[in-house]
């Protein structure tokens, strides 16, 4: 509701001042002439009657910006759950993801929070399912590391070291596991992960259906060229990734030189001098989960690109075996943007095109007469899924809101019921179009009236870097959303 000291200096409240109540009765109320205060009320109750239908049309509401940044909490998070550690609401964590679609989740919980998001754990899981699932998981992304060491040891002998990215010392991994128990662990990351591996099923048959399609994965070995070829861009990826992560993860950030340099030569990350101590070990955690991945995943590999979205999840998951299952939940949907025949993007340029179409004929056509509607111009977003173009706090609260639909579907959640949250916006698995295509929107004025070429749209889509507003680009994607989902889903 509104609050009663905020008014403007002609003394009607506006957005974020007096009750709708108090500002009909206050305008009744004035020392004004008859004239003056029968216009004055007809123009508040036609304001308030905007403002009240408007919203129960599920339209945006002047309340909602508010609402969205009331993340989960740890508070509210600990209320979930029963004594057991299942959900206490009895309908698949209904509750939970209400909230996190409203306004994601605070940071001090997302080493929990994110794993249900991403579906390394079921929504109907107890503690003790959870745990044993996380030991699963451990022994599987053992397994998976080995296997790159003996990858990289075939490489090492059929390559010239300056092909193969040098040789990784097993006596020094060794060493660095009997280290992890040491005081100097100023991260909880567990060492071990960095030298070992697991099979490339994933182990948890409740809520990971394709369990058979996976476990296909573990004869299909890529070859030793491929990974050779992929190992060297997984590192000149990881030592060029910047250090927007390092106020989101103070253990990280203050890990030892030695703890660090150790790390680095276990994994055989090579020229990182120029970084410091922090960065090399977020560089070498980079390589060990996504030489990790490119054994699971061999169809897909490695391509520039996923680094960047593993790099908040390395951030917030301290541990490499939880890091990477929580990768390979969120590679279920964004794998497509890495296949070499581009399907999965064209799909999704499609959609936002669609959108556009949809929602504004007159921006659409003015994409058509420039050969843009195809919408290339954003292509940068929908395959590192807005990671540029927001700030590292932005990325984590669209990707947790993203997550929430997806999970949400994932459980088989309908439609109905959501039929009272989030003004009636169903769940889609496809929320990050809606905000690229909003993105565009904002900027129709513009892109109508001044660029005369698809380039230009391209350089404009490439500057928005720092200049979203995150609630509010889910705000008009909601919308969309709300408007459009039925007549885009009919179409594809």
């Known amino acids: 509701m509104f609050n009663s000291g905020n008014n403007s200096p002609?003394?009607?409240?506006?957005?974020?001042?007096?009750?709708?109540?108090?500002?009909?009765?206050?305008?009744?109320?004035?020392?004004?002439?008859?004239?003056?205060?029968?216009?004055?009320?007809?123009?508040?109750?036609?304001?308030?009657?905007?403002?009240?239908?408007?919203?129960?049309?599920?339209?945006?509401?002047?309340?909602?910006?508010?609402?969205?940044?009331?993340?989960?909490?740890?508070?509210?998070?600990?209320r979930l759950f029963t004594p057991d550690g299942r959900f206490c609401d009895g309908d698949g964590g209904i509750q939970f993801l209400k909230i996190v679609r409203s306004g994601g989740v605070d940071p001090s919980i997302r080493p929990e929070v994110w794993p249900f998001l991403l579906g390394v754990y079921d929504l109907n899981s107890s503690k003790e399912e959870?745990?044993?699932?996380?030991?699963?998981?451990?022994?599987?992304?053992?397994?998976?590391?080995?296997?790159?060491?003996?990858?990289?040891?075939?490489?090492?002998?059929?390559?010239?070291?300056?092909?193969?990215?040098?040789?990784?010392?097993?006596?020094?991994?060794?060493?660095?596991?009997?280290?992890?128990?040491?005081?100097?662990?100023?991260?909880?990351?567990?060492?071990?992960?960095?030298?070992?591996?697991?099979?490339?099923?994933?182990?948890?048959?409740?809520?990971?259906?394709?369990?058979?399609?996976?476990?296909?994965?573990?004869?299909?070995?890529?070859?030793?060229?491929?990974?050779a070829t992929w190992q060297r861009i997984i590192r000149v990826d990881a030592v060029r990734a910047n250090a927007e992560w390092i106020p989101f993860s103070p253990s990280q950030a203050s890990v030892s030189e030695d703890r660090a340099r150790g790390y680095a030569e276990a994994v055989g990350l090579k020229d990182y001098d120029h970084l410091e101590p922090c960065r090399i070990f977020h560089a070498a955690r980079l390589v060990a989960i996504l030489e990790a991945y490119a054994i699971y995943d061999p169809e897909i590999g490695y391509c520039q690109g996923m680094s960047d979205l593993l790099s908040p999840i390395i951030t917030v998951i301290t541990k490499d075996a939880e890091a990477f299952w929580c990768f390979v939940g969120f590679m279920k949907k964004a794998r497509h943007n890495f296949r070499l025949d581009e399907v999965g993007i064209q799909r999704q340029l499609n959609i936002v095109s669609r959108i556009i179409k949809c929602k504004d004929l007159h921006l659409f056509r003015?994409?058509?007469?420039?050969?843009?509607?195809?919408?290339?111009?954003?292509?940068?977003?929908?395959?590192?899924?807005?990671?540029?173009?927001?700030?590292f706090e932005q990325t984590m609260r669209l990707w947790e809101v993203m997550w929430a639909d997806q999970a949400a579907i994932r459980a088989g959640i309908s439609k109905s019921a959501w039929s009272m949250i989030r003004q009636?916006?169903?769940?889609?698995?496809?929320?990050?179009?809606?905000?690229?295509?909003?993105?565009?929107?904002?900027?129709?004025?513009?892109?109508?009236?001044?660029?005369?070429?698809?380039?230009?749209?391209?350089?404009?889509?490439?500057?928005?870097?720092?200049?979203?507003?995150?609630?509010?680009?889910?705000?008009?994607?909601?919308?969309?959303?709300?408007?459009?989902?039925?007549?885009?889903?009919?179409?594809?």
């Open 10 to 78: 002609d003394g009607i409240p506006r957005s974020g001042g007096g009750t709708a109540g108090e500002f009909f009765w206050a305008v009744v109320a004035a020392p004004q002439n008859r004239t003056a205060v029968a216009v004055t009320t007809l123009a508040g109750i036609a304001v308030f009657a905007a403002i009240f239908f408007k919203s129960i049309r599920g339209g945006k509401s002047p309340w909602s910006h508010r609402r969205r940044q009331q993340t989960l909490t740890l508070q509210q998070w600990r």
């Open 130 to 227: 959870r745990d044993d699932i996380k030991n699963q998981n451990r022994k599987k992304y053992e397994e998976l590391r080995r296997q790159c060491l003996q990858l990289l040891s075939s490489s090492n002998e059929s390559l010239k070291p300056e092909e193969s990215g040098e040789t990784v010392g097993k006596g020094d991994s060794r060493a660095l596991v009997q280290d992890s128990e040491s005081p100097d662990s100023d991260s909880s990351v567990d060492p071990q992960s960095v030298i070992q591996a697991s099979p490339s099923s994933e182990g948890q048959e409740k809520n990971q259906p394709s369990e058979e399609k996976r476990t296909e994965l573990q004869p299909k070995q890529p070859a030793t060229e491929d990974f």
């Open 366 to 391: 003015h994409l058509e007469k420039l050969q843009a509607e195809d919408c290339f111009f954003v292509y940068r977003m929908v395959v590192v899924m807005f990671r540029r173009e927001l700030t």
């Open 424 to 492: 009636r916006v169903p769940p889609t698995e496809d929320l990050l179009l809606y905000a690229i295509a909003a993105s565009v929107l904002q900027r129709r004025k513009l892109i109508i009236e001044r660029y005369n070429s698809m380039d230009e749209i391209l350089r404009e889509c490439n500057s928005m870097a720092g200049q979203l507003d995150v609630w509010k680009l889910l705000d008009d994607a909601h919308e969309l959303v709300m408007n459009l989902h039925d007549k885009i889903e009919t179409a594809l």
